[in-house]
């Protein structure tokens, strides 16, 4: 009974389980072909890109559809009344009306046309006849035809909206994204940029020492060693690689702090920090040259100078607050006792330059020397051309002496100083000079004859003083000043330059005399009376003999416009270079120009021209300097295209021509640059290219060209802004102030 109960129930199961999957198939296939038809509707959204075949096929069927349906709408009458049958008379009235005003707008067209072409209506004669009344009196109206502007042409062209997410340059390759590179796997470094800044960012040595420590470390514990030996060897190496960092980082401070220092002006720099390229710059910021025998550096400020306190202080009473330029150099000199011939202008200084040495020297020199200046006679000696000068000279002694004490205990005294000049009572100046002289001044005449008349000895002289030496020959006196040297009872140093050097050390005898010969020229006397009495002297020049100028340098400057300099200046360069065809092996460049940047540009025109040529500026590092200036002095390289980093304080010898490509705002720096060329007496070319935008020159760059007596072109000279300097004051009183451009504004 229980199992007749069973199966039914278990066919019921059966039944339901079977519905059931069927259910679950069904529903499968719905949704699979929801997917599929997904996928279709997708797939058909896709562009779909066909190939040629299937193209040709497709032009192929529309053709086909074409023609079917031409064929069709060929009977196109019985179309035509079929429809127009459908409309009724009101339709048939509106669409002739519409036909009608059609033809009417097309024949207003073609008579406005027709006016247009036959210039307006037809007239009458009345009206043509006062049309031309009213053209001859009142003139014939022009219509202005409208210019429309290209801005206003192409405004609605091209108009572009770009949204950020349109941007295509974005690199997609994340390898390209990385815009820094490890050159050397970290040890090389970019050009362009500060390497400074570039170890700053690089620690490959740091990474590589810790690299192998740790691989030392393996090493050890692979080696069987003790975790603690493993552990003190690994606290060594962290030891050596901090003192490695510390090493590092000083080395780099210094050379921070030397490249610092290097990039300083000499002004900016102490004592000890200067190099040899400092005092060359030095010397020609101040128009020194220095030639002839060993001579010491010279003086930058009045502390620099070894110089007894007294005499410090009245340097600083008389209001000297810096030497000037003979004083720089002379002063030095004459402190170690050594020749000197000084060669400058009259109010350079000069007095002050050989009196300081003087009263130094007498500082030094022992007691018993000071004690018998009135039985052996003074103890410097100065002559000068005329008793105006000499007593000058007295003046300018007396107040550098003024608080020198000089000599012990009874014979301590301030600096005797007197005059010896014609006009004056022999026997006056004679009573002076047996109490006891330190400096006397005289002129040549009257100190032969008071050494004549036995009034005066020299016997312990040793430090004479020759002022204006050519004028002294110009007037007569070479033989009276031959006669007081020669009777000066003190040795010359030897001929000799290394005994010269032995009895310079000798400290503790003053019998060698010191001598000092000022001249404005070298005339051949003056030579040979330097040759005489002189020993390896020092020759210190300020400026040229006579104006300062460079008269040897041959100076052209020419007025162009400012976008025709480079054309000029390969015309020039060819010319200069090439000749007639045939190229001048010795002839050297340099080309200067205001701007880094221009200067590699000029650098690379001048290269392609099959030229020759370096570049020297403050953008290039110390090798590349050193290297451009070694291939230009042994002539690898025929131009150097420089800025006024080679302007001052480089030798650079047989430089033939110098061209201004931009000249210089200041004329200190148009000379130094132009005295590159015409060194050691040679001559040389000096081309400027001028232009209407160098007005802060024109005014002292004619004066300079009228002053070295060269050619000063018309436009130049005519120019507003070379008429006078700013602040000058025309013949009415009003000041000339210079402003933007070639405008002068008179105030």
């Known amino acids: 009974m229980e199992s007749k109960e069973m199966e039914p129930t278990t066919e019921m199961e059966a039944i339901s389980r079977e519905k059931e999957r069927v259910a679950r198939i069904a529903k499968l296939a719905e949704e699979k072909y929801a997917v599929r038809q997904k996928a279709l509707e997708e797939e058909a959204k896709k562009p779909k890109f066909l190939t040629k075949k299937e193209r040709e096929e497709a032009a192929l069927a529309r053709l086909q ?18 429809k127009y049958s459908k409309f009724d008379e009101s339709s048939l009235q509106r669409h002739r009306e519409l036909e009608r005003a059609k033809t009417e707008t097309k024949s207003t067209s073609n008579k406005r046309k027709d006016a247009k072409t036959n210039n307006g209506p037809t007239l009458t004669d009345q009206e043509k006849e006062l049309a031309q009344l009213k053209n001859q009196y009142l003139g014939k109206k022009v219509e202005k035809k409208k210019i429309i502007k290209a801005s206003e042409k192409f405004a609605k062209n091209f108009q572009f909206e770009w949204d950020a997410s349109d941007d295509t340059s974005t690199e997609l390759n994340p390898l390209y994204k990385r815009r820094e590179v490890n050159l050397l796997f970290g040890r090389g470094y970019m050009a362009g940029i500060d390497l400074r800044e570039q170890r700053k960012r690089s620690n490959f040595i740091t990474e590589l020492t810790r690299k192998r420590q740790l691989e030392q470390k393996a090493a050890d514990e692979r080696n069987g060693m003790s975790a603690e030996a493993v552990e003190r060897r690994q606290r060594e190496r962290e030891r050596e690689l901090q003192r490695m960092q510390e090493r590092e980082a000083n080395r780099e401070a210094e050379q921070v702090k030397r490249s610092h220092t290097s990039a300083l002006h000499w002004s900016d720099k102490l004592l000890d920090n200067m190099t040899e390229r400092d005092w060359r710059i030095f010397r020609e910021d101040f128009d020194i040259i220095l030639r ?26 008389l209001g000297f607050e810096r030497p000037s330029p003979i004083q720089m150099q002379a002063i030095p000199v004459g402190l170690q006792r050594r020749d000197i011939i ?6 350079s200084g000069k007095t002050a330059a050989f009196v300081i040495p003087i009263i130094a020297y007498l500082c030094q020199l022992p007691a018993n020397m000071i004690a018998r200046t009135a039985d052996e006679g003074p103890l410097a000696l100065v002559m000068a051309p ?12 007396m107040k550098l002496a003024k608080y020198t004490v000089i000599g012990e205990g009874n014979f301590a005294h301030t600096i005797k100083t007197v005059s010896v000049v014609g006009g004056q009572s022999k026997e006056e100046q004679a009573f002076k000079v047996r109490e006891g002289i330190d400096i006397i001044i005289g002129t040549p005449g009257r100190l032969n004859d008071v050494l004549e008349n036995r009034y005066l000895v020299l016997n312990q002289c040793n430090y004479v003083v020759l002022d204006e030496a050519d004028r002294m020959i110009d007037m007569g006196f070479e033989q009276q000043v031959i006669d007081v040297l020669e009777s000066m009872g003190t040795l010359l140093k030897s001929e000799n330059e290394d005994e010269l050097e032995r009895q310079l050390t000798i400290d503790s005898q003053f019998k060698y005399r010191v001598t000092m010969m000022f001249s404005a020229t070298m005339p051949s006397e003056v030579e040979r009376l330097a040759k005489t009495f002189l020993r390896h002297p020092s020759i210190v020049k300020i400026g040229d003999e006579t104006s300062g100028k460079n008269k040897r340098i041959d100076q052209q400057v020419w007025y162009m416009n400012g976008g025709k300099k480079r054309q000029k200046l390969l015309e020039t360069l060819r010319d200069t270079l090439r000749g007639k065809g045939k190229k001048d092996a010795g002839t050297k460049i340099i080309v200067f120009v205001n701007v880094k940047k221009e200067c590699d540009t000029i650098a690379r025109a001048v290269g392609s021209e099959g030229y020759r040529a370096t570049i020297l500026h403050g953008g290039k590092s110390q090798d590349q300097r050193e290297e451009s200036l070694k291939g230009f002095r042994d002539g690898t390289y025929e131009i150097l295209v420089a800025t006024d980093v080679a302007g001052r304080g480089l030798d650079i010898p047989d430089v033939t021509h110098v061209i201004n490509y931009d000249v210089p705002s200041k004329i200190q720096n148009y000379c130094h640059r132009i005295g590159r060329t015409g060194r050691a007496g040679k001559d040389g070319v000096a081309i400027s290219f001028l232009t209407e935008q160098d007005e802060e020159i024109m005014y002292d760059l004619r004066m300079y060209l009228e002053a070295c007596e060269m050619p000063v072109p018309k436009e130049l000279a005519h120019h507003a802004m070379a008429k006078a300097p700013a602040g000058a004051r025309d013949e009415k009183g009003n000041v000339i102030a210079k402003t933007k451009r070639d405008t002068i504004i008179y105030s």
Do not use: C, D, Y
């Not at 000084?342 to 109010?347: K, L, P, V, Y």
């Open 386 to 397: 005329t008793r105006e000068l000499a007593m000058q000279i007295e003046q300018e002694t």
């Open 342 to 347: 000084g060669i400058a202008e009259t109010g």
């Open 65 to 82: 559809q074409q023609r079917a349906k031409q064929s069709t709408s060929t009977p196109a009458a019985p179309q035509q009344a079929s």
């Open 292 to 317: 002839g025998g060993k001579a010491p550096r010279p003086l930058r400020k009045w502390s620099e100078a070894v110089l007894p306190e007294p005499l410090f202080q009245a340097i600083n009473e």
